[in-house]
C-alpha cells in the first residue's frame, strides 16, 4: 500500500509542476535572456541554500532528542519548499509535519514548535539587517520610511522577547469539558514547550542562528546575481533592505510562494530600495524561473536515491 502511494505523490508532484509550467510559460521566458553563467550559479546557490535550511532542521531536531540523516534533512527541506511554491498559507508546513509524525514519530505540534523556532530567527536577523540597511540609506541618501522603521523595529522587539523571556510550561490550561479547546490548549502548551527546548540549549540556538544567517547571505547573493542579470546596480545597503522585505512577505504567504504578496511589498517600497516597479517584477520572473526548475530536479533526484536506497536495504 505504502509503494502504491509514494508511486501516486510522485506523480501528483510531477504532474503539478507539468500543469504549472504550461500555464506559466511567461514566468520561464525571461531565462532565455540570461547568461548561462549566472543562471547555473543561481541555481548551485538555491540548492546550496536549501541544504542549509535542511541541516538547520537537523540542528532543530536535536533540541527534541531526534536525530536524521542529513540526505534526509536535506529531502525534507525539498519537499517542504516544493509545497511552499505550490500551495497557498505555506502549504510546506503541512507536508513536513506529517513527515516527521509519520517518519520520525514527532507530533504536530513540535513539529509547528521547530518552525517558530526558524521564523523567529528569520525574523529576528531581517529585523537586525534592515534596521541597519535602513538608518545607513537615511544617512547616505536622506531617503527614509518611517513606516518601515516601525515595523521592522517592532519585529526586533517582539522577536528579542521571545529569545529572552521562557514561558511557563502551560501557558494555557484547560478549563470546561470543551474537547476543542482542550485540545487547542494541549498544543499551544506543547509549541511553548518546544520553543523552551530550544532556547534553553544555548549551544543549538547560536547554531541555528548562525545557520539563518548564512541562508541570509545565501539569499543576498543569489539577489545580487539575479539584478546583474538584469544589468541593475544596487547598492549592497539597498540590497539588503530587499532581501529583507522579501523575507517579510513569509507573514502573510496568502499565496503559492507569495505569489504577488512579495511583489506588493516591494512595489510600495521600490524607491526607498532605489529600484523601479519594472525591476521588481523582472527579478520576481527571473527567481520563480530558476527556483521552479531547481525544485523540479531535486525532487526527481532524491526519489530515484530514495527507491535506490529502499531496493538497497531489501536485497
Same mark, same amino acid.
Given at each position: 500500500?505504502?509503494k502504491y ?39 548551485l ?10 541541516i538547520?532542521l ?38 513536513r ?38 538608518? *545607513?540609506?537615511? &544617512?547616505?541618501?536622506? #531617503?527614509?520610511?518611517?513606516? =518601515?522603521? $516601525? ?5 526586533? /522587539? %517582539? +522577536? ?36 523552551n ?40 545597503m ?44 523582472? *527579478?520576481?520572473? &527571473?527567481?520563480?524561473? #530558476?527556483?521552479?526548475?531547481? =525544485?523540479? $530536479? ?5 526519489? /530515484? %536515491? +530514495?527507491k ?8
Amino acid at each position: 500500500m505504502k509503494k502504491y502511494l509514494s508511486l501516486l505523490l510522485t506523480i501528483t508532484f510531477i504532474s503539478i509542476f507539468i500543469i504549472y509550467f504550461s500555464k506559466n510559460s511567461e514566468v520561464f521566458s525571461p531565462l532565455l535572456q540570461t547568461s548561462p553563467s549566472i543562471l547555473l550559479m543561481i541555481f548551485l546557490l538555491r540548492i546550496l541554500m536549501l541544504f542549509v535550511t535542511g541541516i538547520f532542521l537537523k540542528v532543530a531536531l536535536v533540541a527534541f532528542s531526534k536525530h536524521i540523516t542529513i540526505f534526509e534533512s536535506f529531502k525534507i527541506s525539498i519537499l517542504s519548499s516544493v509545497g511552499n511554491y505550490f500551495m497557498p498559507f505555506r502549504g510546506g508546513t503541512g507536508i513536513r509535519a506529517v513527515y516527521f509524525k509519520e517518519k520520525l514519530k514527532i507530533s504536530y505540534s513540535y513539529s509547528i514548535s521547530s518552525l517558530s523556532g526558524s521564523y523567529v530567527l528569520i525574523f529576528f536577523t531581517n529585523s537586525v539587517i534592515a534596521l541597519l540597511s535602513l538608518t *545607513i540609506i537615511h &544617512i547616505r541618501t536622506n #531617503v527614509y520610511s518611517i513606516s =518601515l522603521y $516601525i515595523f521592522f523595529l517592532v519585529i526586533f /522587539i %517582539i +522577536t528579542l522577547l521571545l529569545f529572552l523571556y521562557k514561558f511557563p510550561e502551560e501557558i494555557f490550561r484547560k478549563k470546561g469539558k470543551s474537547k476543542v479547546l482542550g485540545k487547542l490548549s494541549s498544543i499551544i502548551n506543547n509549541v511553548v514547550k518546544g520553543w523552551n527546548f530550544i532556547i534553553c540549549n544555548k549551544r543549538i540556538l547560536l547554531k541555528l542562528l548562525l545557520l539563518t544567517i548564512l541562508n541570509f547571505f545565501i539569499v543576498s547573493l543569489i539577489t545580487y546575481l539575479e539584478f546583474k542579470t538584469i544589468k541593475v546596480s544596487i547598492p549592497t545597503m539597498n540590497l539588503l533592505l530587499y532581501v529583507c522585505l522579501s523575507s517579510s512577505s513569509l507573514l502573510i504567504s496568502l499565496t503559492p510562494g507569495s505569489i504577488g504578496i512579495k511583489e506588493s511589498v516591494l512595489l510600495v517600497f521600490a524607491s526607498i530600495i532605489g529600484i523601479t516597479n519594472n525591476h521588481v517584477l523582472q *527579478i520576481a520572473l &527571473i527567481d520563480r524561473g #530558476v527556483l521552479f526548475f531547481v =525544485l523540479l $530536479i531535486l525532487y526527481c533526484l532524491t526519489k /530515484i %536515491i +530514495t527507491k535506490s536506497n529502499q531496493e538497497r536495504n531489501s536485497n
